[in-house]
């Protein structure tokens, strides 16, 4: 199983979260491209980290909104999309090729990456974006998402996550950030959720129903508070139950 994390989502004196730490705790990171969250020197530090630890790096790409974190969904045409998707992937990956290191997979961020569950134009943007880029560049998102669809319709490899530290409906999409609940925090019950995900595909909704997900990467949010604590537990939790960790990319 692999977890996932995103990170690189400081922009010049402003720090979010503790990517050092998490660094040394996750097997992907999801990298902000800078239009989201993250700059050039972040992503730099970012980077390097990743190759020192053996870290995937995946392009956590998103629209161009440093003002609302990328969390508030635009609506772009196909070729702004379009563009913005490529600058940022080959923003991270000249990046990420100065210091050894490669960008092995993409994951969008917020607004745009729920967004991509229904939205057919938006997500056709991406994936031509990704496409354009690198036909066999793997794609990580929410099963049953418009994204994935049309992603692998594109012969990408594509694989599906599922979020440790948010609740989910009963349609298997996140309850919106906007709404109480929305983020876990509890770390015990964090870790019991990571372990039933690993094992049995499994997540339950706010409603009692049972979704099934069978997730190839488990994501937790960097920036959520006491998330180095959450990442711990759900490592150590995950290889106390004897799932192995490793990258899917």
């Not at 402003?14 to 993250?38: E, I, K, P, Y």
């Not at 161009?64 to 563009?83: H, I, K, Y």
């Not at 959520?224 to 990442?231: D, I, R, Y």
Request: charged fraction near 20%; include cysteine; hydrophobic fraction near 45%.
């Amino acid at each position: 199983m692999d977890l996932n994390a995103d990170l690189g989502e400081s922009f010049g004196s402003w720090t979010m979260g503790d990517d050092a730490r998490m660094f040394q705790l996750v097997t992907s990171a999801n990298v902000a491209c800078g239009f989201h969250a993250g700059d050039p020197v972040t992503m730099l530090d970012s980077c390097r980290a990743a190759y020192e630890l053996d870290v995937t790096v995946g392009a956590h790409v998103g629209y161009r909104d440093l003002a609302g974190f990328g969390r508030r969904s635009l609506d772009t045409s196909f070729d702004e999309l379009f563009g913005d998707v490529l600058y940022q992937l080959g923003a991270l990956d000249g990046v990420a090729h100065a210091v050894g290191a490669s960008v092995d997979y993409v994951k969008p961020h917020g607004a745009l990456y729920n967004r991509l569950v229904h939205d057919v134009e938006q997500a056709s943007a991406v994936v031509a974006a990704v496409n354009a880029y690198d036909p066999g560049l793997p794609i990580l998102g929410l099963p049953g998402s418009e994204l994935l669809k049309q992603a692998q319709e594109a012969g990408h490899p594509v694989f599906v996550e599922a979020f440790v530290d948010r609740a989910y409906r009963a349609d298997g999409t996140l309850v919106p950030r906007s709404e109480e609940g929305a983020v876990l925090h509890d770390v015990d019950a964090i870790v019991e959720r990571a372990v039933r995900l690993a094992t049995k595909g499994e997540v339950v909704a706010t409603d009692g129903t049972v979704v099934q997900v069978r997730p190839d990467s488990l994501c937790i949010h960097g920036d959520t508070p006491g998330a180095v604590e959450m990442a711990a537990g759900v490592r150590a939790g995950l290889e106390a139950a004897g799932v192995s960790l490793e990258s899917f990319a």
